[in-house]
């Protein structure tokens, strides 16, 4: 057989032969600071409880929070976005205790606030964790979660958590109009600062089942689903959309939610509007990827560093991921 019959046009493989060239021809690269890390928030003092379906993942009272909160600066991870857990004695149909200027989030914003003032502040506008029904909203007699009616509440619960001092507050309810008129409160009030991550195309995705235990409305919601306002699995026009009328009523981040099942839209909504665009790697991805790390079938740190990696490839400006600080960690050593 003659050699030069099987020399290919164009060898690949060539730039992939050594490190430095492979370091050289990288496109995107992961870092401490595209990473935002959600946490689980409980009153009291020196509590913590684990996530049954978060392995690794806990609720804590804030002075533990505190600690993870300076573990962050330290890895140069630039934000916190805070879940609160909420007593069932507050939990009722109005959801009033989603505005109080006392309840736990906005105590837990102000602490932060004033130990780690350089640290971003995430704050969760959505009244699930406030609702004996576990909805995002406030409900008819039918059990249709009302839009307008719900969007005052909103708006009061983003005021009350701009003024504990929230940098960023993040409606995850999925409500039309929602972003305009908490923009609208915000200014009102001067808080022209205060920026909004909208959560602009939620799925009604089953991989939140870890949430809602986390965050204990998974009881509350029992059957109930979120389909009458969250996005449907099958559609991608629709995000775009949203995405567009989020931000033409002034948000200023979108975020698309999950994360690893959802890269296409992802993709999509970055080459589309160019705004700064989140994506969340929600707990139903931490819990597949970490069940199979405690079987021993995946490496942890490959598997989860290349899940992150492929956020940034999609078009990703920062991921929120439960993994964040041992991402962090991990890329302090590689670099
Ligand atoms: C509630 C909310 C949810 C998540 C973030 N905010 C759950 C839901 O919509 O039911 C899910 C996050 C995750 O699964 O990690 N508004």
């Known amino acids: 057989m003659f050699p030069y019959s099987h020399f290919p046009q164009r060898r690949m ?32 003092k020196n509590r913590s409880e684990n996530v049954e379906s978060m392995p690794g993942v806990v ?9 993870q909160a300076e573990r962050c600066l330290q890895l140069g991870i630039p934000a916190l976005a805070i879940f609160p857990v909420i007593d069932v004695k507050y939990k009722t149909l109005n959801a009033s205790e989603s505005y109080n200027p006392d309840g736990l989030v906005p105590r837990v914003v102000r602490q932060l606030k004033l130990n780690f003032p350089e640290l971003g502040i995430i704050t969760d506008i959505a009244l699930d964790p406030y ?41 995850s309810d999925m409500m039309d109009g929602r972003i305009s008129a908490i923009r609208n409160s915000l200014d009102s009030q001067k808080f022209i600062h205060t920026r909004i991550l909208a959560y602009a195309a939620k799925y009604a995705s089953s991989f939140y089942g870890p949430f809602r235990d986390a965050v204990g409305s998974a009881k509350n919601l029992g ?15 629709e995000a775009l959309w949203e995405v567009g009328l989020d931000l033409d009523e002034g948000a200023d981040m979108v975020m698309i939610k999950p994360g690893m099942p959802y890269l296409d839209i992802v993709r999509r909504v970055k080459d589309q509007f160019g705004a700064p665009t989140f994506v969340y790697q929600v707990s139903g991805e931490y819990a597949m990827l970490k069940a199979s790390v405690i079987n021993g079938w995946l490496n942890e740190e490959s598997c989860v560093l290349e899940s992150l990696l492929a956020f ?3 078009g990703a400006d920062g991921i929120l991921s439960y993994y964040a600080l041992e991402a962090a960690e991990w890329l302090k050593k590689t670099t």
Do not use: W
């Not at 609720?59 to 600690?67: E, G, K, M, T």
């Not at 307008?148 to 504990?164: G, I, K, M, Y």
């Not at 059957?223 to 026009?237: E, I, L, R, V, W």
């Open 13 to 44: 493989r060539r730039m992939r032969r050594d490190k430095f060239s492979r370091n050289l021809m990288r496109e995107v690269y992961l870092r401490a600071d595209d990473l935002i890390y959600p946490v689980f928030v409980l009153d009291g």
């Open 59 to 67: 609720r804590q009272s804030i002075d533990l929070l505190l600690i």
């Open 131 to 171: 609702t004996i029904h576990g909805q995002d909203g406030l409900i008819d007699p039918s059990g249709y979660v009302i839009n307008d009616e719900t969007v005052d509440v909103l708006c009061q619960q983003a005021l009350a958590h701009a003024q504990a001092g929230a940098d960023i507050v993040a409606p």
């Open 223 to 237: 059957a109930g689903n979120k389909y009458t306002y969250q996005m449907d699995p099958a559609n991608s026009d």
């Open 312 to 314: 940034k490839r999609a």
